[in-house]
């Protein structure tokens, strides 16, 4: 009941203010800050691809390796994201992404001057905390440039980011490897000799520094639903939300927040904890090179992991359009149960191309929920909380 209340004075006090901005603007946003969320998983995907040489010249195991590509990223990627959420709900949401669009592609070049198991850690922890700025605030952008009717299916296309991004950074790194691993060391102006690998850190990495400023292509839009208070120049602006009022929100609907993250959170746990270790299953298993595997696996998570997301969020906006209010939660629900035939059946199979086969419908239905996750706050949560809830 807590929930429909405050759905629907947000819902009411929409209505009041300006239209929508143009169909057509709404969704050049939507492209940018969907080309941004391909930068951003190209940065954070492109380790899986590089795990031999990385073993082999930091002299790691695979545990340590596995916490660069898990903890070390996704906690600090995780609880950085709750303050630069805050942020977002307040200050300007274009310009906090733009910042963290640097961090993170800094951190990312970073990765490529480590010598040992810590400083790629604490590399990748700063291409964590980075990224942590991102899509909060892009959720909250999304959400004030388009209905609500139209929200799931604009919110996925943006999240065709993550797949377009896993994607690419398979089918580039695998061009890249086979490019600068075709010898063992580079010489590069300040830097000195490095090997092939760490090239590829510099050159997916040091582009976003300069792309951070397509940004400021984006107009801030109009926060909708927000309580207005007069400053003290008699100046009308958006009142700040106390975090005990988001804290007492929450808690007002924890079993909706509680069934929703941890729902989620275990689809991802299955489907991020298996895509990390693919291409090195395939190197190991099937006696593939990292290049092989790159572009096979690249091109089947960018092609039909960006569609799984975009029909979900499609499905999502349908199912609501015929009065089911919470179909952005039965997605989950139903790919959830799509997607483990083939899930099980990829790892064990002996043919390699059949495993490649098995993928394609695995990579469709384990991306589908990751619009509408997003979507689903978007829907419970006043605007004021939005990008900190996200």
């Known amino acids: 009941m807590a929930e429909q209340t405050a ?41 899986n691809l590089l795990v031999r040489p990385i073993r082999r010249d930091l002299f790691i195991t695979d545990f340590q390796m596995s916490l660069l590509m898990g903890p070390a990223f996704a906690l600090f ?22 910042v963290g669009f640097v961090a993170w592609s800094f951190f990312t070049a970073v990765c490529g001057l480590a010598r040992n198991f810590w400083q790629m850690m604490l590399a990748r922890v700063g291409v964590g905390v980075g990224e942590g700025a991102l899509s909060p605030a892009a959720y909250s952008i999304i959400a004030d440039y388009f209905p609500p009717q139209r929200r799931a299916t604009a919110i996925s296309v943006y999240s065709m980011g993550i797949y377009i991004g896993s994607g690419v950074a398979n089918i580039l790194g695998a061009s890249a490897i086979a490019f600068f691993m075709s010898r063992p060391n580079w010489e590069l102006p300040l830097v000195g000799a490095v090997r092939g690998w760490q090239v590829v850190f510099f050159v ?37 939300v106390p975090l005990h009022e988001v804290i007492a929100y929450l808690k007002l609907n924890w079993k909706t927040f509680a069934c929703h993250n941890v729902g989620f ?3 991802s746990f299955s489907s991020y904890g298996t895509s990390a270790w693919v291409p090195s299953m395939f190197v ?17 998570v960018a092609v039909f992991g960006a569609l799984g997301i975009a029909a ?11 009065g089911s209010r919470d179909a952005v939660m039965k997605v989950g629900f139903i790919v959830s149960l799509a997607w483990a035939p083939t899930g099980l059946l990829y790892p064990i199979v002996p043919n390699p191309y059949w495993a490649i086969a098995l993928l394609i419908p695995t990579a469709f239905f384990t991306a589908a929920p990751f619009g509408v996750a997003p979507a689903a706050i978007q829907q419970i949560m006043p605007n004021a909380m939005r990008a900190q809830a996200s």
């Not at 929409?14 to 998983?41: H, I, K, Q, R």
């Not at 979900?312 to 609501?320: E, I, R």
């Open 7 to 47: 759905a629907a004075s947000t819902a009411n006090a929409e209505v009041a203010e300006e239209p929508y901005p143009a169909a057509g603007y709404a969704w050049y946003v939507v492209a940018v800050l969907t080309l941004v969320y391909v930068f951003s998983f190209v940065d954070r995907q492109i380790l």
């Open 77 to 98: 990627y995780t609880f950085f994201g709750i303050p630069l959420g805050r942020l977002a709900d307040s200050k300007s949401r274009r310009t906090i992404i733009a």
């Open 204 to 240: 997916v990495g040091l582009p976003g520094i300069l792309l951070a400023l397509l940004m400021y292509t984006v107009r801030e839009p109009l926060r909708r639903g927000m309580k207005k208070v007069r400053s003290a120049d008699g100046q009308l602006k958006n009142a700040e």
């Open 265 to 267: 959170a275990l689809l």
């Open 284 to 300: 190991r298993t099937h006696g593939w090179s990292e290049a092989k595997i790159g572009f096979w696996y690249g091109v089947v």
């Open 312 to 322: 979900g969020g499609w499905f999502a906006d349908w199912m609501a359009k015929r």
